[in-house]
Every structure is written in C-alpha cells, then in structure tokens.
C-alpha cells in the first residue's frame, strides 16, 4: 500500500496458520486528480497476497446510485462471504490487472499516425528507423491504421492498477514507450490536428500517465514531432504541436524541437525536397546516442 493509506474494514476468515485476513483501504490520491480517493482490498494468506480489487471516486460519474466508497465497502463484505464459503478459490493467487500484449522492447518508439501506409509519414518514419540502425539503436515502427485501438472511454480505471482494462492492441504501445528513450510521432495535419486513429492513442497514453502517478517514476526519454502540411504557413502545425507536446509531458517525455514540413500538396513527395532526409535522421541521431 501508498504511504498514507488508512484500513477502513478487516476480518479473518478461517484459523490460523491458513486463515485468510481481508483489508479495505482508504487513500487519498489528491496529489493526482482534486478530490481522488481510491479504496483497495487485500486478501492475503500467510503474508501473501492472494487477490487485489481497487476502484477510485473518479469512477463513478455524480449522478452514480453508489460511489467509490460504499461500493468498495459492498465489495468488502461480498469477498469476505466468497472466502468463507468457498477457500479454494482463493488458495491461488488471484493477480490483478496486467498490461497484455506483445512485449517489445526498442530504443526508439516511432508511431506512424496516417492513415495512408505507404505515405509521406511512412517514409519519415522509416528514415528515422534507418537512422536508428545506423548508430547500433533498436527500433520499432507502430502503423497505427493497421492496429485495432479503440478510443478512451474516460474510466478512470488506468488509476486503479496502472493498467487500461481495454482489451485492443494498445498495451503493447505502452509497454514499449515506457521502455523507449526516444519517442518520434509521424503525422498529417488534418483540418488543423492529428489524424483520428493518432488521437485514439494519444488519449490512451493516459494509462501510463496513471502509473506514473502512482509508482513516482521520474521522467524520461525524448519526443519528437514530424508533422506534415499540404497548405503552406507554419499555423497550420499549432494544433497539432500543441496536442503532442502535452502528450509528451503527461508521460513524462521531454519534447525536443520539432521538424515541421509544410506546402506538401505542392510538391506530393517528402524525399524531392533537399537536405529533408539527412536533416531527419541527424535529428534522431542527436536525440539517441549511438550504442
């Protein structure tokens, strides 16, 4: 448990040596999120940890029949009930949520936002893997149009375990951020912002924004934004560079300066305009040291 949390209910359920003690306790996450409590229950056997079951205040929208509390308190008494009449059940630990997906494992994270896999975004991103091979650096491009992420549905429940109960291919993003040192974003600009499916998994960063919040890890790794324009002018990039930006910090990633390619409509393809690639991947050779 957080330092700070209080034991608001316990019981043991059955004799020692093997009984079972169940806790509920009380936290206050206001350091988070203005008003967050957040309520844990533990069941452990012999100092084990056999089951976990957390819910936060922010969980439950105001007009909500029961909130965080009592419905961690309902809980409370249902699991003390489950254990008396079935122990077995509980003989095996029980884990909590876990981050599912793929494990993998790179210096460089390099999502690409378009929607168009063969695009302008695709070519930067893979300059920017080539860049990373050059210098004895892993990397690993995201083709987001080709990943099934579903949009955030504002739960809360990333600030349970840390972890998103969304099951779609978003952990394994997650896991690899978190592990990056450098994470480059691919992207158009459309009418003014990122594509949707980018959106999706910038909104969904927030579970790792969550476990930072809990766990105190400091900050670390590197962003980089190249975002593509059709129309000339450098306001067409405020938005986009905005959203990024803030994305970046929420985890913990210290933005670096952006490269920003506009009046693309008019020459169609980003390898016909000089000095671009070599810019590019003297940027991510900058931002990542060789090996």
């Not at 936060?56 to 105001?62: D, Q």
């Not at 994270?109 to 063969?118: T, Y």
């Amino acid at each position: 448990m957080q330092e700070g949390a209080v034991r608001l209910l316990s019981t043991v359920v059955g004799t020692a040596p093997d009984a079972f003690r169940i806790e509920l306790f009380g936290e206050d996450c206001g350091d988070i999120y203005p008003g967050m409590k957040r309520y844990r229950i533990l069941i452990t056997r012999n100092e084990e940890v056999m089951y976990v079951y957390t819910s936060n205040s922010y969980e439950f929208p105001p007009d909500a029949l029961l909130h965080a509390e009592e419905t961690a308190k309902a809980m409370f008494h249902r699991l003390a009930g489950d254990v008396a009449r079935h122990p077995e059940r509980y003989l095996t630990r029980r884990p909590s949520a876990a981050m599912r997906g793929t494990k993998i494992t790179a210096d460089a994270v390099i999502l690409q936002g378009s929607p168009r896999r063969h695009g302008n975004s695709a070519i930067l991103a893979a300059w920017c893997a080539d860049a990373c091979t050059a210098i004895n650096r892993t990397s690993h491009i995201f083709y987001l149009q080709e990943m099934r992420i579903a949009a955030c549905t504002g739960c809360y429940a990333c600030y349970n375990e840390g972890y998103c109960p969304t099951d779609d291919d978003m952990p394994a993003i997650l896991n690899a951020v978190e592990h990056a040192s450098l994470l480059v974003i691919c992207s158009p600009v459309y009418t003014n912002t990122v594509p949707a499916g980018l959106k999706c998994v910038i909104d969904r960063f927030q579970a790792l924004h969550a476990r930072r919040s809990m766990t105190g890890a400091p900050a670390a790794g590197t962003g980089l934004l190249i975002a593509v324009a059709g129309r000339r002018g450098r306001e067409h990039f405020d938005c986009v560079g905005k959203v990024t930006r803030a994305c970046m910090q929420n985890i913990g990633i210290a933005p670096a300066e952006e490269i920003l390619i506009d009046g693309i409509d008019e020459i169609r393809d980003v390898r016909l305009i000089p000095d671009l690639e070599a810019g590019v991947k003297s940027a991510v050779r900058s931002l990542l040291k060789p090996a």
